[in-house]
């Protein structure tokens, strides 16, 4: 079975300008999750979908972060413009379904974001 | 508010040693809990997880963790440390009225000398 896919694997830009992530889940997997890891931090939700449709942004700072997930299987996360602090990992994580007890999240490798 | 505290930021441990790592929560519900490792540039893998029932809970690579409720602790174990076992380590718990989110602590590096 193919895990969580994302792309890039790394990428380095300079404060205000604009990038955009890709993330690919498992297949059958409902639920798609982003989060931030800042170095030396645990990861943190940004945002999480239940298919199409968005369940928790709470955490998402919409001045400058969206996020897509048009057809219910892969996602994009935005940021414009950056700055320097957005510096971290982007981890999506995929799982099968909401209020399962089974429920478990699946992590791809990451995109490792540089704002310079 | 839900939090995970991790209290080591770092643990070295001769291989074949044992291992403890910390967690505590604060969480009104029952939890659900999980621990992750990460290996550098790597996702995150699960180890374990706790939903309910036995609080032993047998995960992969030879790790347990045992839940205490009157603690509020999930603490990790490994009988015998490998030196593949260095890496960061996640505890996690799974807030299931909002959507399963996960709430992570900050995590602990763990070192492996030979």
């Known amino acids: 079975e193919a895990g969580v896919a994302q792309s890039p694997r790394y990428k380095i830009i300079e404060k205000r300008q604009s990038v955009a992530f890709w993330c690919n889940p498992i297949?059958?997997?409902?639920?798609l999750y982003w989060y931030q890891q800042i170095l030396g931090q645990g990861p943190k939700l940004l945002i999480q979908?239940?298919?199409?449709?968005?369940?928790?942004d709470s955490q998402l700072p919409k001045d400058r972060f969206s996020a897509e997930r048009l057809k219910g299987v892969d996602s994009t996360l935005k940021i414009q413009p950056a700055k320097l602090e957005d510096s971290a990992v982007y981890l999506c994580?995929?799982?099968?379904?909401?209020?399962?007890?089974?429920?478990?999240?699946?992590f791809g490798p990451g995109t490792r974001l540089t704002v310079t | 508010a839900q939090s995970v505290t991790q209290p080591d930021i770092h643990i070295t441990v001769s291989e074949g040693a044992s291992l403890e790592l910390r967690c505590n929560y604060s969480?009104?519900?029952?939890?659900?809990l999980f621990w992750y490792v990460q290996s550098p540039g790597q996702g995150l893998q699960l180890l374990l997880k706790?939903?309910?029932?036995?609080?032993l809970v047998q995960g992969i690579k030879g790790f347990e963790a045992e839940f205490k409720r009157s603690q509020s602790s999930f603490n990790l174990r490994k009988p015998s440390v490998h030196w593949s076992d260095a890496a960061e380590y996640f505890c996690?718990?799974?807030?299931?009225?909002?959507?399963?989110?996960?709430?992570f602590g900050a995590g602990t590096i763990l070192r492996v000398k030979s």
């Open positions: 994580a995929s799982s099968l379904a909401i209020g399962t007890s089974a429920n478990e999240q699946y």
């Open positions: 297949s059958g997997h409902a639920t």
């Open positions: 979908f239940q298919n199409n449709g968005v369940v928790d």
């Open positions: 969480y009104g519900a029952t939890p659900y």
């Open positions: 706790y939903f309910s029932g036995d609080t």
């Open positions: 996690a718990v799974g807030l299931m009225e909002y959507g399963n989110k996960l709430v």
